[in-house]
């Protein structure tokens, strides 16, 4: 038997001055990944700096939120027969050898891993108030969902192939991330955490998402998504 | 010195009046420009173009005659005929928000799946852009 093809789906949005080194240390850790980035409707030299690097490029015509991105190069890796799929963002927040963590809880045989930042290694540099917002995602997450996790508002995640035909992402926007955790639930797929260190650095703090935006999360759960 | 306080009262009466016909044309002149505009797209059933003229004919009746709100109101158990129409245009316009809105996520689905498609079919593999690649 060969090898598990990994595809690294990295949705990019504005991230000119930083794709470049993200794309460099992950083909740096392992070659073999097949690295897809969905250029969701930038405005800068996103798409430009992407270009040149070894890497699947695909470009949202608009600009039509994370969620959505993910959607489609999930789409498009799954299309390519990946085996395994892993959700990595483009900031530079996540360090390419968590995805080994990731990946050896599949190879446990589990259908889903995903990252925590309070597992395992201790968690640095997390804003007190956002570090009170993850917490009541995680009861919020508890309540909805059943699900225990430590860490509800995480995109570093690894899915097996079959596992992730099943999740269905309706929503566009940022609130994709509950709605994945629902998707497990609902599939009663077999979910992991695998602790994951965030690293929060001035731009990842800068362009990242604001604590307001837990109240936009909840209004476009409430909302949005189908119908 | 009566008379001529009866003369101005006389006139301010035929001055309300003019006022009254001057905002019921003014009204009615909107309503039609409202109906217009509703009626010239061109993609509208019919049905929603008898609705809209018979809510028009049915306003222009309330604006010439708006005793007719009142008497309505009471028949219903509503003080007086400008609350009833207030509630009324709130119900409507609650009912057209609803509509829209679930229009636009049709739209916003409809949207992303486009974008969906394209992007995967314009998608470029490392080897397309560098033969190097890989």
């Given at each position: 038997m060969s090898e598990p093809s990994i595809w690294i789906v990295i949705p990019a949005y504005n991230e000119g001055p930083i794709i470049k080194g993200v794309l460099e240390e992950l083909i740096n850790h392992n070659q073999s990944y097949n690295i897809v980035v969905v250029d969701?409707?930038?405005?800068?030299d996103t798409v430009a700096a992407t270009e040149k690097m070894a890497v699947h490029l695909l470009r949202h015509s608009?600009?039509?939120g994370q969620g959505a991105a993910l959607a489609t190069g999930i789409e498009y890796a799954l299309k390519q027969n990946a085996d395994i799929v892993v959700t990595f963002d483009?900031?530079?927040?996540?360090?390419?050898?968590d995805i080994d963590k990731l990946v050896s809880k599949l190879n446990e045989g589990f259908d889903v891993a995903l990252g925590s930042r309070f597992l395992g290694v201790k968690p640095e540099g997390i804003p007190l108030v956002k570090n009170i917002l993850l917490k009541l995602a995680v009861v919020f997450t508890k309540l909805t969902t059943g699900l225990k996790i430590?860490?509800?508002?995480?995109?570093?995640r690894a899915f097996r192939a079959d596992a992730l035909r099943k999740i269905v992402i309706?929503?566009?926007?940022?609130a994709h991330s509950s709605e994945i955790l629902s998707e497990i639930a609902r599939n009663k797929l077999r979910y992991k955490e695998a602790g994951v260190k965030i690293r929060y650095t001035e731009y990842s703090k800068a362009?990242?998402?604001?604590?307001?935006?837990s109240i936009n999360i909840l209004y476009e759960l409430l909302t949005g998504g189908k119908k | 010195m009566i008379l001529a306080q009866q003369a101005d009262n006389l006139q301010d009466i035929s001055s309300q009046t003019e006022g009254h016909i001057l905002i019921k044309v003014i009204l009615i002149l909107l309503l039609l420009l409202v109906l217009r505009a509703f009626l010239v797209?061109?993609?509208?059933i019919l049905a929603k173009r008898l609705s809209a003229i018979i809510l028009f004919l049915v306003l222009v009746v309330l604006v010439i005659f708006p005793e007719v709100s009142n008497w309505a109101a009471h028949r219903i158990g509503v003080g007086r005929g400008v609350d009833l129409l207030f509630y009324l245009s709130h119900l409507f316009l609650l009912l057209l928000i609803v509509g829209l809105w679930r229009r636009i996520n049709v739209l916003t689905d409809t949207m992303t799946r486009l974008s969906r498609q394209i992007a995967i079919y314009d998608s470029s593999k490392p080897e397309d852009r560098n033969p190097a690649h890989k």
């Open positions: 969701d409707g930038s405005s800068d608009i600009n039509l483009a900031d530079s927040q996540m360090r390419p050898e430590t860490d509800a508002h995480n995109g570093f309706t929503q566009n926007r940022m362009k990242g998402q604001s604590i307001l935006n | 797209q061109r993609s509208l």
